[in-house]
């Protein structure tokens, strides 16, 4: 009677350590738990960001960040998804993937030289006041298709409650978080020259930039009116 009470025990025991640890890692993932979306000051301000264009289905970008990655681990990845792919067709969506080189500052000529030669081009990003934003844990490869099936769907949820205009959408890896923000200004300020007329060529055929933006300064010259006509946004994301 003893032996089969100390034998029940010990099966509880392991039942309650294995159901600890199994909320312990959802938990650590970030699978359970609300995503919190607010309004407010970007992680960034102005940015110099070394990016790839791409198009096609977003669930295919993670080789495009291993590469951006393995190139500089120390600098911090970016992507900006253009969009909306409840309504563009998989293959005809548009986005980028690339690193921050700096903030504020112009970054140096060695590393804007060592990404140009590995075929990524050179942009600026504005600062703006406000943005929709949320963030979500970034412990492990996963986290960043785990993060775009819970953070998506809460902005979009918190955009269209609000009427709100936000796009496009970036993702910005800093340390241990995913930082997710839609801008609420200067919006076509983050619509790459190769996005706001639909220009994609393969890597060996982008011409690298004579200079540090300067075709990005270039083209900032063209009226926001033109860039509107090529882009989509995300503004139905979660409406359904």
Request: hydrophobic content about 40%; some cysteine.
């Amino acid at each position: 009677m003893v032996e089969s009470l100390f034998i029940l025990a010990l099966i509880f025991i392991l039942l309650l350590s294995f159901v600890a640890t199994v909320v312990f890692l959802l938990s650590y993932l970030g699978i359970l738990g609300r995503v919190n979306v607010t309004v407010g000051k970007p992680i960034i301000k102005n940015v110099w960001i070394a990016y790839k264009p791409q198009k096609g289905p977003y669930q295919d970008c993670g080789p495009h960040f291993t590469e951006a990655c393995s190139l500089r681990p120390d600098l911090p990845c970016i992507g900006i998804y253009y969009d909306d792919p409840e309504t563009v067709p998989k293959e005809d969506l548009r986005y980028i993937v690339g690193l921050i080189l700096s903030e504020a500052e112009t970054p140096p000529e060695d590393l804007v030289s060592l990404v140009t030669n590995h075929g990524f081009r050179i942009a600026e990003l504005p600062a703006i006041d406000y943005a929709v934003k949320a963030e979500f844990p970034f412990v492990m490869d996963l986290c960043g298709v785990i993060g775009a099936w819970k953070v998506y769907p809460a902005l979009g949820t918190y955009i269209t409650e609000r009427k709100l205009s936000a796009h496009p959408f970036l993702e910005i890896y800093l340390k241990n978080k995913i930082h997710y923000m839609g801008p609420l200004s200067k919006q076509s300020d983050f619509f790459v020259p190769e996005v706001k007329y639909n220009v994609y060529k393969s890597d060996d055929s982008i011409t690298r930039s004579p200079g540090v933006g300067a075709e990005l300064r270039e083209d900032s010259s063209d009226d926001d009116q033109e860039s509107q006509t090529t882009t989509s946004s995300f503004e139905d994301l979660g409406s359904e």
